[in-house]
């Protein structure tokens, strides 16, 4: 068990050392010594922070350092590459993301709203899939991986941005939507 400080982690995952106060005030684990579990703290960044293109909060970094554990295989036949849980799940949460945006856009929000929505609720999904293996008894998700961190990003399509912006009568900006999605966050953790 490595122990680190807030600064350290902050400097470790390229973010400001008010990032990792907001993850402490947002249940990020501390120790009784006012330090960090090295370990602890990653895998709480890597499965509490959406993961963005733009501006990530030192997820994609987390997820990078954080040393999952190899995951057991089920004892049941192999779908493909994949468990049988797990490729039920992939089917499932593969495509969510897309269609989240699309069905977003027929319903007339925004371009930002729908990109918004498309990553909050596929990172539910994502999330509440995991939590259901885990209940049923596949061991791998124990360690806190997401469905999302087994497969193959390929196996994720992003949403066609600029067809669905322009359904929408605008561009596609992915700045001013990260900005959009930071803002949702902000508002939703207030």
């Known amino acids: 068990m490595a122990i680190t400080t807030k600064a350290a982690l902050a400097a470790e995952l390229r973010i400001s050392k008010a990032r990792v106060s907001q993850y402490v005030k947002a249940g990020m684990p501390v120790r009784s010594d006012g330090k960090l579990n ?7 960044v890597s499965t509490n922070q959406l993961s963005q293109t733009y501006e990530d909060k030192g997820a994609n970094r987390a ?8 995951l057991k295989a089920s004892p049941g036949p192999m779908v493909g590459n994949y468990e049988p849980e797990v490729a039920v ?3 499932i949460l593969g495509p969510a993301y897309r269609l989240i945006a699309e069905r977003a856009v027929e319903a007339g929000v925004s371009i930002e709203m729908a990109y918004a929505l498309a990553l909050r609720v596929a990172s539910e999904l994502d999330d509440l899939g995991s939590k259901t ?4 008894g596949f061991p ?3 360690k806190t ?10 196996e994720f399509p992003d949403p066609d941005w600029p067809a669905l912006a322009k359904k929408t009568g605008t561009t596609f900006d992915e700045l001013a939507c990260e900005r959009f999605v930071g803002q949702f966050e902000d508002t939703a953790a207030a």
């Open 140 to 142: 791998g998700f124990a």
């Open 63 to 70: 997820r990078k350092l954080e040393k999952p554990s190899k």
């Open 89 to 91: 799940a992939r089917a």
């Open 145 to 154: 991986l997401t469905i999302g961190d087994l497969c193959d990003v390929r």
């Open 38 to 44: 090295r370990e602890e703290a990653l895998r709480w």
């Open 133 to 136: 293996l885990v209940r049923c």
